[in-house]
């Protein structure tokens, strides 16, 4: 019977990555966007957290029958209402005599036993993190316990919403007992895990955000959202392979609007960051000197490779200009590398334009 659990659980772990991927840049905005930095602990409880909740959902639904067609041969019932039945099962299976504690360790062999501590065990960690992480109250945890559990059950009961024609297991009132129980456990237990990590209300203390310096992820985080915005005209001057369109797009969002905004995109603005001068106000001059750079040289190097314009030359001169792009990105990469792990985050268009990004 352990080996069924195991199984679940090894998917878990295999899937989580992709699960993780998905879910880092929503958990970046949101973090970047309340809090105003990433804190080492929250990113290990969120994350393990996700890894938890995954690790129970698989738990309740695999394994998966191999046919979608699964009326056959089933049960006329697909639920249970009788609560504690597992009780009459232990009793009616065990072969443990009270007064022989002898027999004792055979209640880690016997099916009814292991699937009410199983039952029990799934939703513990869970009441740990509302009351560590989230600060519910004992109410609220145990009413959160009890519909996460209900979701697992109609889940199932359903067929996983239509996917197999019928339920593959059975919905149980005792499941939704147990299940319940190991979270309001969990939260009665949660002070002596808290106890390993800082109380959740005192993560940001004492942290300056003025003194922090914006590092590459929280930039590309920003980046990312600006070309979310910038899509539709993006998609434009792909269509048209037009320099003069490339150009006009990063003139208007990366120099008009942070000059009228004070340094800020929708994208910087969302993650909390500004562009910053050497003045209260970061002036158009500095903008186009630090944006000429990056998006007019850097950018505009591998802009031109898909215009119209390049595709017009002769094939020398066709080669020459992915010769000065390969190595304008060899340069910025070069130049780029031992900042991503250094403590020096300047780059040299920040640094000629005497810009730099700050926390707001």
């Known amino acids: 019977m352990i080996e069924a659990y195991l199984l679940p659980i090894r998917y878990a772990f295999l899937t989580f990555p992709i699960l993780a991927f998905l879910f880092t840049l929503p958990f970046l905005i949101v973090q970047y966007r309340k809090y105003g930095y990433i804190n080492k602990v929250r990113v290990l ?18 394994p998966l029958p191999v046919s979608r067609n699964t009326c056959t041969g089933l049960r006329e019932s697909f639920a249970s209402f009788m609560p504690f039945q597992f009780v009459k099962d232990f009793l009616k299976e065990t072969r443990v005599v009270p007064g022989e504690p002898a027999t004792y360790v055979l209640l880690f062999k016997e099916r009814a036993f292991l699937q009410a501590a199983f039952n029990v065990l799934l939703l513990v960690p869970l009441g740990a993190y509302f009351r560590y992480y989230f600060r519910f109250g004992i109410l609220a945890a145990v009413m959160a316990a009890f519909g996460l559990s209900m979701f697992f059950e109609i889940t199932q009961v359903t067929g996983l919403y239509g996917i197999y024609d019928c339920p593959y297991r059975l919905f149980d009132i005792d499941d939704l007992l147990l299940n319940t129980l190991g979270g309001t456990l969990g939260y009665v237990a949660a002070p002596l895990f808290m106890k390993l990590l800082p109380h959740a209300e005192r993560l940001d203390e004492q942290v300056d955000l003025k003194a922090k310096q914006v590092g590459f992820t929280r930039r590309l985080v920003a980046l990312q959202l600006d070309a979310i ?4 005209v993006l998609a ?8 003069w369109v490339y150009m006009a797009i990063c003139f208007l969002y990366f120099i008009v609007v942070p000059s009228i905004t004070n340094g800020r995109t929708l994208g910087k603005y969302i993650v909390r960051i500004r562009v910053t001068g050497r003045g209260e106000r970061v002036r158009f001059t500095e ?21 119209k314009a390049v595709q017009t030359l002769p094939p020398i001169a066709i080669a020459a200009c992915f010769f000065v792009a390969a190595l304008i990105n060899l340069s910025f990469g070069v130049h780029v590398l031992p900042r991503l792990f250094g403590k020096d985050k300047t780059l040299f268009y920040e640094r000629w334009s005497g810009t730099k990004h700050e926390i707001v």
């Open 229 to 232: 915005v910038l899509f539709p």
């Open 287 to 307: 903008l186009l000197l630090r944006y000429g750079v990056l998006y007019g040289i850097v950018g505009g190097a591998n802009a031109m490779l898909i215009g």
């Open 236 to 243: 434009l001057f792909l269509r048209d392979r037009s320099l």
């Open 45 to 62: 409880v969120i994350y393990s957290l996700l890894l938890y909740l995954l690790t129970a959902l698989y738990l309740v639904i695999l």
